[in-house]
């Protein structure tokens, strides 16, 4: 009779199957999952939010951190965002090896997410999956949360009752309500360690000044793995570089909407312009002929769902003009953001050439041998 560990194994693998044709999984789905061998969450949030709540017995890959440039915004090895040795000691030291299902989260926006499966997919990573919702689609499943929270929401109410009743000299009904929100915390405190969604980190020291964060030991302890990147495994289909961009910009800037290239800016409108500038980037602006399509249009945030519908975001795209038949090449800040999360929109849609500029801004904006506008 097979082990109940194994039994479990069998489920996740049978699962990850499921999966493999898509990149989105969603909340039911990975809900499923949140603990099983073989399977491990990684949150591409920074270290505070992940600080402050993540999916139980998770990582934390913040998403701008994978994008490795030197302070003048040079990628050693682009357009790869990370040099392979340096990524297989990263991934491996967060407990990822090669056969892991990895699925990327983030609060529920998309643009971490999506950062952490452009990282990923560009290694050649085949099961790795976006949570649709991420933080806040696994908190409405969680029972335990639904009451944590109802409770939350009375103590309050409450606080703000004995605290008023305090004020007026009302001394009776000031402890009566006390006592009741002390009551109602102690209830909350024997939830919390039933909670999904938790709270902690802990910091390893991986050498070079590079950490792994991860959760706290009394979740679950993430033992290091060896993780191979195989240069014939790379996908470029994924990720472009400076030379690739520039190539459709001077075919843009002579052939216009005729070219078979577009390039997508992702960024808000003061970055666009130059009024803001981040990081260490020494100029202001964006790439010439770039469409401006802001990635918070992606977002559902009505639903807090990583995407919008498919046909609304079809129907987006084709108004400006971002067509299957071309060659299109989004950027952001860094790429693994607001970048890979049109990309991974597009992809989602079926667009067969569709890329992220791994260097994104941070290069571009540093390079004075390339052409910008303001």
Request: hydrophobic share 35%; glycine share 8%.
């Amino acid at each position: 009779m097979k082990s109940f560990v194994e039994r479990v194994l069998v489920l996740a693998l049978v699962a990850v199957s499921a999966y493999a044709q898509q990149l989105l999984i969603s909340a039911e789905e990975a809900y499923k999952l949140i603990g099983k061998p073989g399977v491990i969450f990684v949150s591409g949030d920074d270290e505070t939010a992940f600080e402050n709540g993540h999916i139980r017995g998770s990582v934390d890959m913040y998403a701008h951190h994978l994008h490795r440039s030197d302070i003048m915004g040079r990628m050693e090895c682009a357009p790869l965002f990370m040099c392979p040795k340096e990524a297989e000691h990263y991934i491996g030291a967060h407990g990822i090896d090669n056969e892991t299902m990895v699925i990327a989260y983030d609060n529920f926006r998309g643009p971490n997410a999506t950062g952490v499966l452009a990282y990923f997919k560009s290694f050649g990573h085949e099961k790795v999956y976006v949570l649709d919702g991420g933080v806040e689609q696994i908190k409405r499943l969680d029972p335990n949360q639904r009451k944590y929270d109802e409770l939350k929401a009375q103590a309050r109410k409450l606080k703000k009752a004995y605290k008023k009743a305090k004020k007026e000299g009302d001394r009776e009904r000031y402890k009566e309500l006390k006592a009741e929100y002390k009551r109602i915390k102690a209830a909350m405190k024997e939830l919390e360690p039933k909670l999904i969604i938790q709270r902690g980190i802990r910091k390893v020291d991986l050498g070079n000044g590079h950490y792994a964060y991860l959760c706290p030991e009394s979740e679950r302890k993430i033992e290091p793995k060896h993780y191979h990147i195989d240069p014939k495994k790379i996908d470029y289909s994924w990720i472009a570089g400076k030379d690739e961009v520039y190539t459709a910009v001077k075919d843009r800037l002579q052939k216009g909407e005729d070219s078979d290239y577009v390039i997508i800016d992702t960024r808000s409108m003061i970055e666009i312009i130059g009024e803001r500038k981040m990081d260490n980037v020494a100029r202001g602006g964006h790439i010439p002929t770039a469409k401006f399509i802001e990635w918070k249009h992606i977002t559902d945030f009505e639903n807090k769902k990583s995407f919008r519908d498919l046909k609304e975001l079809e129907a987006l795209f084709k108004r400006y003009g971002v067509t299957k038949d071309k060659k299109i090449y989004a950027y952001c800040q860094v790429g693994t953001g607001r970048g890979s999360d049109i990309i991974t929109a597009l992809k989602l849609l079926g667009y067969p050439h569709a890329k992220v500029y791994t260097g994104s801004w941070d290069e571009w904006g540093n390079d004075m041998n390339l052409p910008i506008r303001r």
